[in-house]
T-cell receptor, first 109, second 113 residues
Framework: DAKTTQPPSMDCAEGRAANLPCNHSTISGNEYVYWYRQIHSQGPQYIIHGLKNNETNEMASLIITEDRKSSTLILPHATLRDTAVYYCIVRVVGNQFYFGTGTSLTVIP | EAGVAQSPRYKIIEKRQSVAFWCNPISGHATLYWYQQILGQGPKLLIQFQNNGVVDDSQLPKDRFSAERLKGVDSTLKIQPAKLEDSAVYLC???????????FGSGTRLTVV
């Protein structure tokens, strides 16, 4: 079962930062947080992951709270192509990913 | 590097027929996963392979679903006989060893009528 909860949907204006929250209050100390996104009719695409430090790559930033019970994915300048379903996932022992229903992000022109 | 290849891209069958899906993971990726994604839901893990051995198939409906990964490379997922509720996208993913992020294929969209 998914160990995360996310809002079902969000809107963001094009060019603005999109901040997608995720709660994972039962996360264990050695479990990583991963973010994937899925654009219609495609397989999920890796975005970023982290353990306890904030992470940044060319796509996004990941902010993990100090108690690790929640995190936020930040898309710094959202474009129309960022419209997708975003999944926050806790990677459990055995490297298995259990997806929830994700957040459907709509970027508005 | 080449991605995870899946075929066919689409398949329509009648209920009670059988169907098979094929997956070729990224070269060198030892771990392979099959997921089922029903419309409006997140992907659900069906089975995990490490090389040619099954690591976890606890969520695979074994009365009708089967999967194999001969020689630790390609994998096939079979449904026999298919039911209407099997209509979904079947996603294959692979990863290096047993840690790290997955790379997903584009999936096979199955429609059972």
């Amino acid at each position: 079962d998914a160990k995360t909860t996310q809002p079902p949907s969000m809107d963001c204006a094009e060019g603005r930062a999109a901040n997608l929250p995720c709660n994972h209050s039962t996360i264990s100390g050695n479990e990583y947080v991963y973010w994937y996104r899925q654009i219609h009719s495609q397989g999920p695409q890796y975005i970023i992951h982290g353990l306890k430090n904030n992470e940044t790559n060319e796509m996004a930033s990941l902010i993990i709270t100090e108690d690790r019970k929640s995190s936020t994915l930040i898309l710094p300048h959202a474009t129309l192509r960022d419209t997708a379903v975003y999944y926050c996932i806790v990677r459990v022992v055995g490297n298995q990913f259990y997806f929830g229903t994700g957040t459907s992000l709509t970027v508005i022109p | 590097e080449a991605g995870v290849a899946q075929s066919p891209r689409y398949k329509i069958i009648e209920k009670r027929q059988s169907v098979a899906f094929w997956c070729n993971p990224i070269s060198g990726h030892a771990t392979l996963y099959w997921y089922q994604q029903i419309l409006g839901q997140g992907p659900k893990l069906l089975i995990q392979f490490q090389n040619n051995g099954v690591v976890d198939d606890s969520q695979l409906p074994k009365d009708r679903f089967s999967a194999e990964r001969l020689k630790g490379v390609d994998s096939t997922l079979k449904i026999q006989p298919a039911k209407l509720e099997d209509s979904a996208v079947y996603l294959c993913a692979s990863s290096l060893e047993s840690a790290g992020g997955y790379t997903f294929g584009s999936g096979t969209r199955l429609t059972v009528v």
